[in-house]
């Protein structure tokens, strides 16, 4: 079954790819698909979001359209940078200066707990639409560790793999990941509706 991926992130569409290529889908980039449009996130909730990204491909396309909205969530900043986090350090911001901004923020900070959240929308060809949620839990480093990943992979330490998530190999961080849980509990919906 084809599925376009609602977004133009290549990180997150190989990690979608990761794990619903092995379940049998075909998941094709918007870009890939010859949409080309970048979608503006107004919504408050990682939920809201996910539906804003999915709904406006799904306008574009009769297939089967896929989106995520993720983020992290810092305890002791109230849930910061939330659904901010891609914009956190500004538009256009690198990753380093996502990170550098956060540790600047967590300086002298005892309780570094955090976590990342991810919600997952489907949108089906006759316009029925599906959310599914994920999230893991940990705490941020002082200091960026290891090379995979992308985003704030290095000062995010997974409490259930003892290790940051750039630390991580694919296989690890998606067997505990947010977006890992949220696509896996959106198969099971899938498989649901399709009783
Ligand atoms: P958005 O979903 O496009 O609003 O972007 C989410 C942002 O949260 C990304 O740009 C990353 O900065 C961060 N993020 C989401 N998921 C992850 C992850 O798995 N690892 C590291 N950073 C992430």
């Not at 010859?34 to 503006?40: F, L, Q």
């Amino acid at each position: 079954m084809k599925i376009i991926a609602a977004t133009n992130n290549a990180n997150k569409v190989r990690e979608i790819c990761e794990i619903f290529t092995p379940l049998g889908f075909d998941v094709v980039p918007q870009a890939s698909a010859g949409i080309e449009i970048e979608v503006e996130e107004t919504g408050d909730t990682f939920k809201k979001n996910a539906l804003i990204k999915a709904r406006a491909v799904a306008m574009l396309t009769d297939d089967y359209v896929i989106a995520d909205d993720s983020g992290l969530c810092v305890e002791v900043l109230g849930g910061r940078p939330g659904v901010m986090s891609a914009r956190y350090a500004g538009e256009g911001a690198t990753d380093k200066e996502k990170i550098n901004k956060l540790l600047g923020e967590l300086d002298g900070v005892e309780d570094r707990s955090a976590k990342f959240c991810c919600c997952i929308a489907m949108i089906f060809p006759d316009g029925r639409e599906l959310t599914a949620e994920g999230e893991v839990k940990g705490r941020i480093l002082k200091e960026p560790r290891g090379e995979n990943g992308f985003g704030y992979d290095p000062v995010f330490f997974s409490d259930e793999l003892s290790k940051t998530f750039a630390e991580a190999t694919n296989e690890e961080k998606n067997s505990v990941s947010h977006r890992g849980r949220a696509l896996a509990a959106m198969y099971e919906r899938m498989k649901n509706e399709n009783k």
